[in-house]
Each structure stands twice: as C-alpha cells, then as structure tokens.
C-alpha cells in the first residue's frame, strides 16, 4: 500500500514553455502532498506544501506565480513550472500524507525536467 | 534556526557494518525519518523513531536519545546495493520535515 505515482516520468522542454507534472496518491487518501526539487549531488529542498482544497504554502524563496500547484482532490496534486528556463532543470519530486501519529510522507518516483 | 547534520559521505566493506550519524535541533520534535535514496530515485522509507531507543528492522536498526538530539541509522551485512545516500528528516512542531543533506555511503567489495 502508500503508493505514489508521477507522471511524466521525465519531460524535455524548449525554453519558455510550461510543464504540468502530476501526482496521484493511488491507494490512500493525501490530506497534505509536498512538492520538492532537488539539484544533482544536493538534499531534497521543499517547494511548497498543499492542502486538498486550499492554497498551497510556498517555501521562501519559492516564486508562487511561476510554480502554480493546485490540489483538486485527495488523490491528486498538480505541479506547473510556467515560462521554464534552463535554470528549472531538476528533478522534481511530491509526496503524499494520510495524516496520523506517524505521518509519514510516501514519495513518488520523480520527474526530471530539462529545459532546453 | 533549525538544523540537520549528518556527514556528507562514508565508506564501508560488503558484509560489514556502518553506523550513520544524525544530529538535530529543531523547533519541536514530531519524530525521526530515515530514508534511503538512490541516485536518480525518489527516496524511500526506512524507519521512524519518536521514541528514546533502539528499533530494529531486519539488517537496519536506528536509534533516537532525544535529549541529545541525535540518532543513527546502523546497517548490518553491507551489500554492494546499500549504495545509496541516507536521509536523516526530523518533523517538527508543524509536523514539518526538516531535511538534512545526506549521506552518500559507498561499498566497496
């Protein structure tokens, strides 16, 4: 159980376009889904946090208008990186929570994005 | 402010044992993740400590003294795919994790 899927699993894209990932949490209900992107040889770095029918709180530092997260149910999330450079290449990874003592966050596979 | 330590690399020999070390100050404590990552992959769950002690969990084991802030991650009987980076994450008083950088391990036969 506690499976999380993403999609795409990678995505190649010119400059100036926008890119939606998404994030389905396939077997529990996600009260809280986190969006982290993570650079080659560094640690996981929070994006933003989303609550199921709410507005998504954005880590400092972390441009809300370009990173346009949208949670429409408790099994899925959207992450959009509009007007991509080459500086958003990375891998972009979301986790999902049911919530409870533990709360432990179940990651999904990753989308690595290359803007061109 | 809050912060994670952990070293940034270590090695070990196939069949041998490593101990991983965390360090932790945070605003609150909600718990203690271990997770292993491999290179290119999402990382996943190994364990989580809320209590002082020792859980173990076939050849991984992990330790908490939260008086201290510090916890371990012990692998027992390397094998050459304990080749990962290991996550030490603490939640905090927001039920936030709080990452710490990572630590490649890397086995040599």
């Known amino acids: 159980g506690a499976v999380v899927s993403q999609h795409p699993s990678w995505v190649i894209c010119k400059s100036g376009t926008s890119v939606k990932i998404e994030c389905r949490s396939l077997?529990?209900?996600?009260?809280?889904m986190f969006w982290y992107r993570q650079f080659p040889k560094q640690s996981l770095m929070l994006m933003a946090t989303?609550?199921?029918?709410?507005?998504?709180?954005?880590e400092q530092g972390v441009e809300k208008d370009k990173f346009l997260i949208n949670h429409a149910s408790l099994t899925l999330s959207t992450l959009t990186v509009t007007s991509a450079h080459p500086e958003d290449s990375s891998f972009y990874i979301c986790?999902?929570?049911?919530?409870?003592?533990?709360?432990?966050?179940?990651f999904g596979p990753g989308t690595r994005l290359t803007v061109l | 402010g809050q912060n994670i330590d952990q070293p940034t690399e270590m090695t070990a020999t196939e069949g041998a044992i490593v101990q991983i070390n965390c360090t932790y100050q945070?605003?609150?404590?909600?718990?203690l993740f271990w997770y292993q990552q491999h290179a290119g992959e999402a990382p996943t769950f190994l364990s989580y400590?809320?209590l002082d002690g020792l859980e173990e969990k076939g050849r991984f084991s992990s330790f908490l003294s939260r008086s201290k802030g510090y916890s371990y991650l012990l692998l027992k009987e390397l094998q050459m795919k304990d080749s990962a980076s290991y996550l030490c994450?603490?939640?905090?008083?927001?039920?936030?994790?709080?990452w710490g950088a990572g630590t490649k391990l890397i086995i040599k036969p």
């Open positions: 986790s999902a929570s049911s919530g409870g003592e533990v709360n432990e966050q179940f």
């Open positions: 077997d529990f209900q996600a009260t809280t």
């Open positions: 989303s609550n199921e029918g709410s507005k998504a709180t954005y």
């Open positions: 945070t605003s609150g404590f909600n718990g």
């Open positions: 400590n809320v």
């Open positions: 994450a603490v939640s905090d008083s927001n039920y936030q994790l709080i």
